[in-house]
């Protein structure tokens, strides 16, 4: 099979590789449809973070099961489905809990290869989201909706969850990437009346405009501060979604909360420290963290898109060829695109 491979920073290439089996009963062989390029995936890919070299990339899928583990019940050969890039068990402590994210079982290195023809699943009894009907049911827009599904939009809305956003609520959004642009969508689906987007690129501020938020905050820093508390009448957001992961970024999170806000934090870390003194001292909490993706995707996303309540597959704004991996990672290297689509195998 083929798949998207990392070579070294800044190059990427389409390798022939073996074709996964079935390693354990709880496994699924899954025959990828479509895939995506993450923002996390920049990290490595600009040499910021570090990544095996020679290892296979992508987290987000959808895709058709093609075999499953003698333990794989409630999903069958031939099912469509969102490939998260959580593997949540849905028995442990975590998943029960509702952050199948952290769930307790996951496999070790499991969390690769989506941007290939084929995946090994592991934990797909419960982790995989069965969509109804065949992808040739649903028009390309859904279907990209539905791709969101298996990322971002799971993490823009844990974003707004895990802040707590509430009917009527006043929210910030830090962040006008896909994960960002869906946290818009998050907070609107719990009812916030007023999400303030901070970004500076037009393309990005009119989805968000579509998505539901009411203003665009351009500046940065302490000019960024000062604009919210302006817009709050010097109160502060009631929530605020971090989803950058940087120093910079959660600052300024801590001091445009109102006292006793909450902060949704789903960008990646990119440092290990944080003072944590002004949290105190205005009663801040900061949550947040790796996406619960099957929980929300069953709970609320999977219903949201084939109604048509929500549409974030807009967040694509341009599609490539597996053979065009590189491409793919250099146009939101360099902000051509939001998020990039990787057209893995054709919809029959």
């Not at 600052?251 to 934090?265: D, F, M, N, S, Y």
């Not at 929300?296 to 599609?319: C, H, R």
Request: aromatic share 6%; glycine share 10%.
């Amino acid at each position: 099979m083929r798949v998207a491979t990392f070579i070294e920073p800044g190059k990427m290439e389409v390798h022939e590789a073996p074709k996964p089996v079935i390693e354990k009963d709880t496994d699924a062989i899954i025959k990828i449809v479509r895939a995506c390029v993450c923002g996390s995936d920049l990290w490595w890919y600009r040499g910021i973070s570090k990544r095996a070299l020679n290892s296979h990339a992508g987290h987000e899928a959808i895709g058709i099961v093609e075999e499953v583990g003698a333990a794989v019940t409630d999903i069958q050969s031939g099912d469509f489905v969102i490939v998260p890039f959580t593997h949540g068990c849905g028995e442990c402590a975590a998943c029960k809990a509702g952050f199948d994210g952290n769930c307790l079982n996951v496999e070790s290195g499991g969390n690769a290869g989506y941007q290939g023809e084929y995946l090994r699943f592991t934990n797909a009894n419960w982790a995989l989201v069965k969509v109804p009907g065949q992808p040739s049911d649903y028009s390309e827009e859904t279907l990209n909706s539905l791709l969101t599904l298996a990322d971002v939009m799971a993490t823009g809305y844990h974003a707004a969850k895990t802040a707590e956003v509430a009917d009527g609520s006043t929210v910030v959004v830090i962040g006008d990437g896909a994960v960002g642009l869906c946290g818009v969508i998050g907070a609107k689906l719990l009812g916030a009346k007023r999400i303030i987007l901070m970004s500076r690129y037009k393309d990005r501020q009119d989805i968000a405009l579509e998505f539901g938020a009411t203003d665009i905050i351009e500046e940065r820093g302490d000019e960024a501060i000062v604009k919210v508390l302006e817009l709050t009448n010097n109160a502060g957001a009631d929530a605020v979604l971090e989803c950058v992961g940087t120093e910079m970024s959660v600052e300024t999170a801590t001091k445009i909360c109102r006292p006793g806000a909450i902060i949704g934090r789903v960008g990646v870390p990119q440092k290990a420290e944080m003072n944590t003194s002004s949290l105190f001292w205005k009663n801040i909490g900061l949550r947040g963290g790796v996406a619960s993706v099957t929980t929300y995707d069953k709970e609320v996303l999977l219903d949201a898109v084939i109604n048509g309540e929500i549409s974030p597959g807009k967040v694509f704004t341009k599609q490539f060829a597996l053979d065009d991996i590189q491409a793919a990672y250099e146009a939101m290297d360099k902000r051509e695109a939001i998020k990039s689509l990787v057209i893995i195998s054709e919809v029959d």
